[in-house]
Structure formats: structure tokens, C-alpha cells
């Protein structure tokens, strides 16, 4: 898969495109009508868990709907900030000690994290992975979390 992301003359994502390679021929005719670009948005933002992407500053650049409810924020303020302003200083620590790691690496890193969600703490499942060009070059970090409270 390949993601092409769009900025606006802020600096902020303006649009996130993909390319999939599907394994057969012939893409299902639904898939072919409705655009790739178009389900990779329905994807990413139809899932029932948290989705982002960080530029290598480890700076929001794009949330989907079910971290926008964690974060208790939009996308659009949610964009260009980093960990700090979401969470407390060790947490946010211990974050940017993984963005660090993804990127420095080339493997994916998996923790189980205690995080703020609203008035209570949660645990969530979070898993990241360097966002790599076609050169192998990082060019930012992408995250999945699942909320594992019970």
C-alpha cells in the first residue's frame, strides 16, 4: 500500500490518498466504482479503532473519527500538536521514547498503555510503524490503538 498525503499552504493534511495492490487482476466492482481513494477514507475512518499518523516530530498530522472521541478533539485541533498536549508528562515521555524507536528501527513496537479518555483511564492496545517511502526512507509514524479496558 502506498499513501500519498496533501498539505495545505498551513502546513496541515489537506488529503490522504492510497494505492492498493490488489491481489487478483480485476478489482471487485465495487471497489472499482467507488475509488480506492475513497475506501481507504471510508477505512480509515469507519474504524472502531484509534488511527493516526505523525509526521517525524512526532506531530499529529491526521487522526480518524474513533481518536478524535479519545482525544476529545477534532482532527483539525488536533493537527500539528504533539503527545505533550494530550497527555501527562511521563506518558508523553514514554511515547516519543517509542515514535524514537519506530524510527530509528525497522520494526513495529507494541505497548499496552494506561491513557487518559475523558474522565477516566483506559488501557489501550497500541500498536506503531514507520511510514516508509518508496526509497525505505521514514517519512512519518503510523499508529493503531485499541481500547482493551474491560
Known amino acids: ?39 481507504l ?3 480509515f475512518e469507519g474504524s472502531p479503532l484509534s488511527m493516526f499518523i505523525k509526521d517525524l516530530a512526532g506531530r499529529y498530522l491526521l487522526i480518524n473519527a474513533q481518536a478524535e472521541r479519545l482525544f476529545s478533539a477534532s482532527n483539525q485541533l488536533v493537527q500539528g500538536q504533539p503527545v505533550d498536549a494530550f497527555y501527562p508528562a511521563e506518558l508523553a515521555a514514554a511515547v516519543h521514547a517509542d515514535d524514537s524507536l519506530v524510527l530509528q528501527s525497522d520494526e513495529t513496537v507494541r505497548h499496552e498503555w494506561l491513557i487518559p479518555a475523558g474522565a ?3 488501557w ?25 479496558h474491560e
Open 1 to 39: 500500500m502506498t499513501l500519498c498525503l496533501a498539505y495545505d499552504p498551513q502546513g496541515r493534511i489537506e488529503s490522504l490518498s492510497g494505492l492498493l495492490s490488489p491481489a487478483v487482476d480485476e478489482p471487485e466492482p465495487e471497489i472499482a466504482s467507488s475509488g480506492i481513494d475513497r475506501l
Open 41 to 43: 477514507r471510508l477505512f
Open 120 to 122: 477516566e483511564q483506559r
Open 124 to 148: 489501550f492496545a497500541a500498536t506503531k510503524f514507520a511510514i516508509r517511502d518508496g526509497a525505505g526512507r521514514p517519512v512519518g509514524i503510523g499508529g493503531i490503538d485499541a481500547d482493551i
